[in-house]
């Protein structure tokens, strides 16, 4: 069996990826790293290394000593924390890629996942419906890391032949892994105060409608991309990946339906213009044509799960 390397398996999507890659092919054939050790869960579910991915001889080393035949590059700064260390964003969301670009260059590996954003697109996007191709012009750091970073995984692709696959992922919502510095963290941290009975404050307006998706979806579009035939993928930047769209104000009034009585006030901080730079709605059918991409949760399935999930952790 060919064996995985998930960069960044203690972060939130990472987390959940690993656990489904190891049930699905086996622990001892992913193997998870991040810059720092992780939770139990990780560490004793199977092979773990403590892994700097901008430090190329290292990430090569341990390519090398597992026989990885494919990557997934899930190590980023987020757009809220990019905002406050934009030159260190860079440097971990760009050097990183350019490490395991080059090795697959280098045919170390032979498959690189890499997830790019909604980030990449700007406020000259049209909102509704953002089509697979647009106008991009991102104004926060993490969206620009992101755009060059789909443009080099295209390039590597033509000039070199490296089978790189990518998806701009909507606002992801999990209960397993805290927030990590995004913007629409909202989604997830609303829950942990409806489930404790309080008052939530959202730092987004009640009107910011923005493209959300359950974790798990996300995690099977991921694996669904990966496992399809490479002549099917025929975008090498990144597919546009819809869910569910909906407002702050939206969402506490489907949380109101299972949790009688929750309240919500706003107070908009640095985040909001950088949500209202974003899409409201993605069009994702070119995922869908090449490769049958379908969500499987809507609001009220999403909100139900997540609300059982938080409840779950006490």
Known sequence: MAKTLIIGACGQIGSELSAKLREKHGKDN??????????????????FEVLDATDFHALQDTILHYDIDTVYLMAAML???????????????ME???NVLNLAKENKISKVFWPSSIAV????????????????????????SKQAGERW???YFKRYGVDVRSIRYPGLISYKTPPGGGTTDYAIEIFHSAAKGEKYTSFLSEETALPMMYMDDAIKATIQLMEADADDVKVRSSYNLGGISFTPKVLADAIRKEVPGF???YEPDFRQPI??????????????????WQ?????????????KGVKSLK
């Open 30 to 47: 992913i193997i998870a790293s991040d810059i720092r050790e992780g939770s139990e869960d990780i560490m004793n579910a199977g092979p």
């Open 79 to 93: 757009s809220g924390t990019a905002e406050k260390f934009p030159m260190k964003a860079w440097q971990l969301n």
């Open 96 to 98: 990183t890629l350019f």
């Open 121 to 144: 697109f700007g406020p000259t996007t049209p909102k509704m419906d953002t089509p697979q191709q647009t106008v991009m012009e991102p104004s926060t750091v993490y969206g620009i």
């Open 153 to 155: 995984c295209e390039y």
């Open 263 to 265: 309240e919500i006030d």
């Open 275 to 292: 949500a209202d730079s974003w899409p409201s709605k993605i069009d994702d059918t070119e995922a869908q044509k090449d490769w049958n």
């Open 295 to 307: 969500h499987e949760y809507d609001l009220e399935a999403m909100v139900s799960a997540m609300l």
